[in-house]
């Protein structure tokens, strides 16, 4: 039973299990200290204390979830197969991807660096805190994923035409995981650096969840990928090419916040050396802020825009079974980012507000990474 003073899990212990020879201990490599640590307690790792004391009862909540999600991978490890999609399972196993991406410190942390640029803007516009310098203090919530949390039932209906797919690792490799396991990935708008293209309502969209050394699950864009023989109705890919395992590490690796976790039945060698190869790569900041001049309305009053986002992680994909379909790579790349799979119902107030807006290019005045 939960109590006020236990340490609140952020990626289920059960979870780790799966990366786990005995049930009990894990490999890590840990990105601050540069360094390998073996056989340490699955029951500490990605918990923070009272992490979700903003609403009581939450923890229990997902301790339901994540037993609906655990029978449905419980299954997928033995079976080999999927979930019908639309079924009860499925539905479950969607669920926990979704409110799993949300509840990470790392979400808390992109969730904190808007909140930080946020509170100085409204300073620096405010001429009753000219004397206060915005660089001398940082903003920062007192419970990061509370905001997140709370917009991932609204997720749920967005993500239902992503399908499934299960990439069985046939290789003397392993697939690893990390303390931000589910990455979220755009292989159809790699290049596009100006604004964000991993949203739920994206085209191109495409989800990994290790789910074990050897499993590992794979959201994707149907009408973007063609995955493995997805078009002939299957939904599990066997994958016997080492690169396409060390690509799909690559994403925990880069994707990461402190740590990579890893089984360790095979030689740990070469995950370790993997780590230490793109530690350098893996991106300082993690939220971009794009914030524009002002732009006269023609009424008297002005419009200016802020987009925040956060960029896709620096890597170019390449896995075997993935590829764009033809139809979709006709599409110039600047459009891509533009594009959504659902429409976007907006409010009356909304589209007025939008309507108000100068039409034409608003000049960019300031760019902000944290």
């Known amino acids: 039973m939960a109590t006020a003073n236990r340490e609140h899990h952020f990626v289920p212990q059960f979870y780790l299990r799966y990366f786990s020879t005995d049930g009990k201990r894990i490999n890590l490599f840990n990105f601050s200290r540069d360094k390998a640590i073996f056989e340490v307690s699955i029951r500490h790792q990605c918990s923070q204390h009272k992490f979700y004391d903003f609403a009581p009862g939450l923890e229990q909540a997902f301790s339901s979830l994540e037993g609906e999600a655990a029978g449905?991978?419980?299954?997928?490890?033995?079976?080999?197969?999927?979930?019908?999609?639309?079924?009860?399972?499925?539905?479950?196993?969607?669920?926990?991807i979704i409110f799993q991406k949300l509840r990470t410190t790392s979400m808390g942390y992109k969730h904190d660096a808007m909140t930080d640029y946020l509170a100085k803007l409204r300073l620096e516009n405010n001429p009753e805190f000219l004397h206060i310098?915005?660089?001398?203090?940082?903003?920062?919530?007192?419970?990061?994923?509370?905001?997140?949390?709370?917009?991932?039932?609204?997720?749920?209906?967005?993500?239902?035409?992503?399908?499934?797919?299960?990439?069985?690792?046939?290789?003397?490799?392993?697939?690893?995981?990390?303390?931000?396991?589910?990455?979220?990935?755009n292989q159809y708008c790699e290049g596009i650096d100006y604004r964000g293209v991993t949203g739920w309502n994206c085209r191109g969209l495409?989800?990994?969840?290790?789910?074990?050394?050897?499993?590992?699950?794979?959201?994707?864009?149907?009408?973007?990928?063609?995955?493995?023989?997805?078009?002939?109705?299957?939904?599990?890919?066997?994958?016997?090419?080492?690169r396409?395992?060390?690509q799909l590490n690559s994403l925990q690796i880069l994707n990461a916040r402190n740590n990579i976790y890893f089984s360790g039945t095979h030689p740990q060698v070469t995950t370790i050396k993997q780590c230490g190869i793109l530690s350098s790569k893996r991106p300082k900041e993690r939220m971009t802020f794009v914030e524009t001049e002002d732009v006269d309305t023609g009424n008297g009053e002005s419009s200016s825009l802020l987009h925040s986002y956060e960029p896709l992680l620096p890597l170019k994909l390449s896995v075997s079974p993935i590829s764009i379909r033809k139809k979709a790579r006709k599409i110039p790349l600047h459009r891509r980012s533009?594009?959504?799979?659902?429409?976007?119902?907006?409010?009356?107030?909304e589209r007025t507000a939008y309507g108000r807006m100068p039409s034409g290019r608003y000049p960019v005045k300031k760019i902000t990474r944290k």
């Open 244 to 246: 396409d395992i060390s």
């Open 72 to 96: 449905v991978i419980r299954n997928i490890q033995s079976s080999g197969a999927l979930p019908k999609h639309n079924s009860q399972e499925w539905l479950s196993l969607l669920c926990f």
């Open 133 to 185: 310098d915005p660089d001398g203090f940082e903003m920062r919530n007192i419970y990061p994923v509370a905001i997140p949390l709370s917009i991932a039932g609204d997720m749920i209906p967005v993500a239902e035409d992503l399908k499934f797919h299960l990439f069985v690792n046939c290789t003397p490799l392993e697939y690893i995981t990390s303390d931000d396991p589910v990455v979220v990935h």
């Open 338 to 349: 533009a594009m959504y799979r659902r429409p976007i119902d907006r409010s009356e107030e």
């Open 206 to 242: 495409q989800v990994f969840l290790p789910i074990s050394p050897t499993k590992l699950l794979f959201l994707f864009d149907p009408a973007v990928y063609k995955v493995g023989s997805s078009h002939k109705g299957k939904n599990t890919t066997s994958i016997s090419n080492d």
